[in-house]
């Protein structure tokens, strides 16, 4: 087998679907709890019991129209939610026996509309309102798909050749293959939405225009790339942008150049363990993990660690990066620094403090950011929306900004932290924007 | 979508699902519930003489890890005045005016109770009646109930009682505990019921504490049986409905009861001949909102096949149900195992070598260095044994073997003989 071959294997879906069997059995299984906590741990809050029921009974098409009703990217949040901190977390036979496998049954039902190209939602009549979306993701998708069902003329502006943000470009395959994202896209498509990719708003369509044309405006732009280092030698070749590095690997042929190498990845957040197993996916010898914390502060999931400590991804705690070291224009090393954790932070996680003298350097070919991602600031200023550090400020519940005609969802609204920012809370608001512009717009007196 | 409206009997109902006369209809504020939750109908809990209950009144069989494949109770009809039932039987009626709301009648074997609670419950304008001569225990003992059912003479008086004076459609439900429901169906039809639903509840005894050695459940140290229902009565209520949809002597619409708990029970009662369906045990089980799963099952089962009305399913498949007599005796169908499916649990073969015909061979294949589960076609009489007893669905396909004779039946074959023909088989 050749290379790529060999690699391309490694990108396939790792965790295997329920067998048929497996399906009934785990369905039948669920206790069909009444006000079942598994349902207030969803924040798309799907009718989980519901759901499973179906399967039960055969229902498969009303088993994947439960779920997504209730979450319209339900099929990629099979596949990506932490659920053993959600719904599986929730589930009152944690303490008599085990979970349900909730994420499976999940995907077991949307698997199954894919497979039989089931149409499961239709457009509502059309009640002459625009509105325009700014972001094809999670949030984005969430919202058109709500709008047009309530009789809305959406128009979503992509920047990206396809739709689906994260679930498309920014999650790792084997995780969450791209299909699966687009099956998702389509549904909403279905709906009579328009949605203009390769279309940056700020660049190629003025907000201005946006606000003139249309009755209201989501912005539900998500993030940027990860931000700099701003340490000596990062503009070398072979650092890398972790976001970007995962988004090559869905769009282009997989790349050879890691093959035998050594590759260390800044942070340890969701998007650094992408990073790392991706990095050993693509054939790297040794993958580190570098965090200038310990264990206990990372922000990536349980799962995701062990998921990362199984692919043989090494982690390295306490140490943060000082200087990138050059041959012939390219990574050669890493200077390192080695930190102590000092006094809490304002978010109450111990803050790292370097320890003097403490320097180090360690053989690297690639050093890979995955430290954050930017904001869109000047996207955000271009609106004319208050925000705190590139946060639009919202108002509770509806999602309304500063301005009275835009509200926004997604991360260009998450404030940082450990349990945000998740794909589910994503489709969450814009879900509830979706519902917050129908009512405002419904009020709204016609003009005489 | 398709339309799922029943016509039972000249009663009109907005679905095909309603809750049988037991504990989940008892009061007004249960069946408002229901109602809310989606049931089309409900049949309130059996109206009489207010009566007094006994505490520790219901059981559970569970099986294989799973709870209330079965279900008992003693409890008796309702326990509230009539004045009290009527009173919120009109408050429900007035606030869902579209569902159907169906009394349950007892009284004693007279006349005149027969034609006051009739009139009684009728002024509040219920859409039917429904005359209990099912329920299995203690009513029974005072000469109600199934020992009406049980009667086909009394059955007819009192059908023909109440129809001398009810305005709206009479439904007979019928008890299962006798040895041809056929014949009380015939004679609730020949009274002028308008419809029967069947079954009621089933003579049992739930089980034995092994450590008190008590009946389950007891009452102060005593038991007595009660009335069976739930998934595992199922299969009994089909074939009495099933029984009396193809006897032409019934004649009349029948309401489908005993374990239905989703929509393809509902589905399989239908096709063979129920107008609609009553469930209680999976309620009490779950609660009403699995009436949603039922609606929305039934709903993509029909759209899925073009069909427009739940009334279009009504009895399709009862011209296949017959008596053994009539059964093709030159039909064949064999085992046949799927390798590629198969977990090699051996249940197979040893229910066939055990239990059936022997014709499941364990055998070893060379190539592999592993067992291989063989039908031998040939010894095989197509009992279902294995097919049953395989864990994996679709393992283990029943196969046609097309024959080149003529469908023979029993009944054929005797009738050519006693002609004084040959008959081959």
Not at chain 1, 385 to 400: D, F, M, P, S
Not at chain 2, 361 to 366: C, G, K, L, M, S
Not at chain 2, 375 to 394: A, Q, T
Request: glycine share 10%; aromatic share 6%.
């Amino acid at each position: 087998m050749s290379i790529p071959n060999e690699l391309a294997k490694n990108f396939a879906e790792v965790v295997p679907a329920l067998k048929p069997m497996e399906a009934i059995h785990e369905a039948n299984r669920c206790l069909y709890c009444y006000d079942a906590p598994c349902i207030k741990a969803c924040p798309t809050s799907i009718d989980i019991p519901s759901f499973i029921k179906k399967i039960a009974t055969g229902n498969l098409f009303g088993s994947a129209r439960t779920i997504m009703e209730s979450n319209p990217v339900g099929a990629s949040c099979a596949r990506v939610c932490p659920t053993e901190e959600l719904c599986e977390g929730a589930c009152v036979l944690n303490s008599a026996s085990k979970p349900i496998m909730i994420g499976l049954l999940q995907r077991h039902a949307t698997d199954w509309a894919i497979q039989n190209q089931a149409t499961l939602f239709s457009k509502g009549e059309a009640n002459g309102k625009r509105v325009a979306i700014v972001g094809a993701g999670p949030a984005g998708l969430s919202a058109a798909r709500e709008l047009a069902r309530l009789g809305y003329a959406v128009t979503v502006f992509e920047a990206k050749e396809k739709a689906g943000g994260l679930n498309t470009y920014g999650i790792v395959s084997f995780r969450l293959p791209q299909e699966i994202s687009l099956w998702e896209v389509e549904q909403v498509e279905a709906l009579g939405v328009e949605i203009r990719t390769n279309t940056r708003v700020g660049e190629d369509v003025a907000p201005e225009e946006l606000l003139e044309q249309y009755d209201s405006v989501l912005l539900a732009a998500g993030m940027g790339k990860v931000p700099q280092l701003h340490i000596p030698g990062e503009d070398l070749e072979g650092v890398l942008d972790a976001i970007a590095l995962v988004e090559e690997t869905k769009t282009k042929p997989l790349s050879e150049e890691m093959l035998g190498k050594k590759v260390v990845i800044i942070g340890a957040g969701n998007t650094a363990i992408d990073a790392a197993t991706c990095s050993k996916r693509l054939g790297a010898e040794n993958v580190q993990i570098l965090y200038r914390r310990t264990v206990q502060e990372m922000s990536c999931y349980q799962f995701e660690y062990e998921f990362a400590k199984q692919d043989g991804v090494e982690f390295r705690w306490l140490v943060a990066p000082t200087r990138v070291l050059e041959e012939n224009g390219r990574v050669k090393g890493l200077e390192l620094v080695r930190m102590e954790l000092g006094e809490p932070d304002e978010k109450g996680r111990k803050r790292p403090v370097e320890i003097p003298g403490s320097h180090f350097v360690i053989e690297v070919d690639y050093v890979v950011k995955a430290i954050g991602q930017n904001r869109h600031l000047s996207l955000i200023e271009a609106f004319g929306l208050q925000h705190r550090n590139g946060i639009v400020e919202v108002e509770e519940g509806t999602y309304r900004t500063s301005h009275v005609k835009v509200y926004a969802a997604g991360d260009v609204i998450f404030g940082g932290g450990k349990t945000d920012a998740m794909v589910v809370d994503a489709a969450n608001h814009g879900k509830r924007a979706a519902h917050a512009i129908h009512q405002s717009l419904r009020d709204q007196k016609q003009p005489v | 979508m398709a339309d799922l409206s029943i016509n039972l009997a000249g009663i009109q109902s907005p679905n095909p699902f309603w809750l049988a006369s037991a504990p989940p209809t008892n009061s007004g504020y249960q069946v408002q519930r229901a109602f809310e939750a989606g049931w089309g109908g409900a049949v309130w809990k059996t109206l009489g003489e207010p009566i007094i209950n006994v505490t520790s009144r219901f059981a559970g069989l569970n099986f294989g890890g799973q709870r209330v494949f079965g279900f008992n109770n003693i409890e008796l009809i309702t326990d509230k005045p009539l004045e009290v039932n009527l009173k919120e039987m009109d408050e429900t009626k007035r606030r869902f005016p579209k569902h159907t709301l169906i009394a349950s009648l007892m009284v004693e074997h007279k006349q005149e109770a027969w034609h006051e609670i009739v009139k009684k419950v009728e002024a509040i304008g219920v859409d039917g009646l429904e005359l209990n001569f099912g329920c299995p225990h203690g009513m029974a003992e005072r000469g109600m109930g199934s020992a009406v059912g049980q009667h086909p003479d009394l059955i007819r008086q009192q059908v023909e009682w109440v129809k001398e004076v009810a305005q709206t459609p009479v439904i007979v439900k019928l008890t299962p505990n006798i040895t041809d429901i056929r014949f009380t169906a015939r004679t609730a039809s020949q009274g002028g019921a308008d419809a029967i639903s069947m079954i009621n509840t089933i003579n049992s005894l739930m089980g034995v504490d092994l450590d008190k050695w008590l009946p389950i459940p007891h009452v102060d140290g005593k038991g007595a049986h009660g009335g069976y229902c739930g998934p595992a009565v199922k299969p009994i209520a089909l074939n009495m409905v099933a029984e009396c949809a193809r006897d032409p002597k019934v004649g009349i619409p029948i309401s489908g009861i005993g374990g239905i708990s989703d929509w393809r029970d509902a589905v399989e009662f239908l096709l063979m001949g129920a107008t609609g369906v009553q469930v209680c045990t999976a309620a009490m089980h779950h609660g009403f909102r699995i009436v949603e799963d039922m609606i929305d099952g039934l709903t993509n089962y029909l759209d899925q096949r073009g069909i427009a009305s739940v009334m279009d399913i009504v009895g399709k498949a009862v011209h296949t149900y017959s008596d053994w007599g009539h059964l093709n005796l030159n039909y064949k169908v064999v085992a046949r195992i799927h390798e590629e499916t198969c977990i090699n649990c051996n249940k197979c073969h040893i229910a066939c070598e055990d239990t059936s015909h022997q014709c499941i061979d364990i055998v070893p294949d060379a190539a592999t260095g592993k067992e291989r589960l063989v039908v031998r076609e040939e010894d095989c009489v197509g009992c279902n044994l294995c097919s049953i007893v395989c864990p994996v669905e679709g393992t283990i396909e029943m196969v046609e073997i097309p024959s080149d004779k003529a469908p023979l039946s029993w009944n054929q074959r005797q009738a050519a003989l006693a002609a004084g023909g040959s008959c081959e088989l």
